[in-house]
């Protein structure tokens, strides 16, 4: 179209089109965007998103913010569901099997006996433990559900195992930990008991019917709550026909934490050189994309009969280890040791990197999981 003044001017056409491929790109691609602006925002005023800064991020986005989303967790699953997963005990040991079982002994061990003695000057012998003791944590409680729960996994499974993990952990861990440091070990076992019960089971237990016995006092208090409101009124229906609204606010939750962890990250570095943190910056992701090519490899084969959406969260559950848990833990086990920092160095280190990775996988396993989808909606 020529304009009077001889120019030319986009014809409303062109305008349309131009405007709903800008529109289709930011719908398919709105969390990889919004990862990039999350971290880039957190490297550029770190201040205003770490724990404890004027915002409060920790109160408003890790507490209230986490107990919205399992919240709506627990509205998406069915008992059967959690039923099934709780009872799918093959799957659940193979899950808690990588985590206490390969991490340790078929990674952390090997990998640090090799370079101990191969490349002994790429890393100090304190760094070197702390990767060992990472490779010895549970899994995450948060961080696995919320990205089986955005990528279309089965959140039934992943609740079950991160919370299996963790109350193993208790155990577990300080047990692979004397056996490679023979340290003296002491644990507040019922504080973090109580963590967890406060972070996952009570927010998910107000919304289903909780898979123990009735009598529990407890547990009964918490149907009679809230939850046993909610299942009698029309919440659960407002959530199925507004559930693409939910999902999006599930996916901004996930980038306030990922923005949260990033500004902690930039804030408080982690007492490391630049050699010494340029390496473990190399290391670490390689570790934890290796460990999740091979757990698809693992799960993904017919043997195991796994819907797409459980090999998604068995993915999730079984390469991920925990910064909550980890931090109290060492610092109770190696409470004086003057490498004190090195140990937690890798921890703190591969939340926000496995945070940044499961974060970029999220469309393409969202992509992996429709099939599960079709699936189901063709049988309903």
């Not at 920790?58 to 507490?63: A, D, F, N, S, Y």
């Not at 913010?65 to 659940?92: P, Q, W």
């Not at 000057?121 to 696995?144: E, W």
């Not at 990922?258 to 990250?265: E, G, K, L, P």
Request: charge should be positive.
């Amino acid at each position: 179209m020529t304009s009077l003044s001889g120019g030319y001017e986009a014809s409303p056409s062109i305008i349309a089109k131009t405007t709903t491929l800008f529109r289709d790109f930011y719908q398919k691609n709105f969390f990889l965007l919004g990862m990039v602006l999350t971290v880039s925002f957190a490297r550029l005023f770190p201040s205003v998103g770490k724990s404890g800064g004027y915002l409060r991020p920790e109160l408003i986005i890790g507490k209230f913010g986490v107990t919205f989303v399992f919240l709506l967790s627990g509205l998406s699953l069915e008992l059967s569901e959690l039923k099934e997963a709780v009872s799918n005990l093959r799957l659940n040991s193979a899950i808690q099997l990588a985590t206490f079982g390969a991490w340790p002994l078929l990674v952390g061990l090997p990998l640090t006996h090799t370079l101990r003695r191969v490349v002994p000057k790429l890393l100090p012998p304190s760094l070197l433990d702390g990767l060992l003791i990472m490779s010895c944590l549970p899994t995450t409680i948060n961080m696995c559900i919320f990205l089986t729960n955005a990528s279309g996994g089965s959140v039934a499974t992943a609740l079950c195992n991160a919370v299996i993990s963790n109350i193993a952990g208790v155990f577990l861990t300080p047990a692979l930990l004397l056996r490679f440091f023979g340290a003296n070990i002491r644990l507040p076992f019922g504080a973090m008991i109580r963590k967890l019960c406060n972070m996952v089971l009570v927010p998910v237990g107000m919304l289903r019917w909780p898979i123990v016995e009735r009598n529990d006092i407890s547990l009964s208090l918490v149907q009679k709550g809230l939850g046993n409101s909610l299942r009698r009124t029309e919440a659960k229906h407002v959530y199925e026909k507004k559930k693409k609204l939910f999902k999006r606010a599930q996916e901004l939750i996930l980038l306030s934490i990922v923005w949260t962890a990033f500004c902690d990250a930039f804030s408080r570095g982690f007492g490391l050189g630049i050699r010494d943190g340029l390496t473990l910056l190399l290391l670490l992701p390689a570790l934890h994309l290796g460990s999740i090519a091979a757990l698809y490899k693992v799960f993904g084969a017919g043997i195991w009969g796994l819907t797409r959406g459980q090999i998604v969260a068995a993915i999730f559950c079984g390469s991920h280890k925990t910064l909550a848990f980890g931090l109290p833990l060492v610092n109770t086990v190696f409470a004086g040791a003057p490498d004190l920092a090195a140990y937690c160095a890798p921890i703190m280190l591969i939340h926000p990197i496995q945070l940044l990775l499961g974060s970029l996988l999220v469309p393409r396993l969202s992509k992996f999981t429709e099939t599960d989808k079709v699936v189901e909606d063709r049988q309903s």
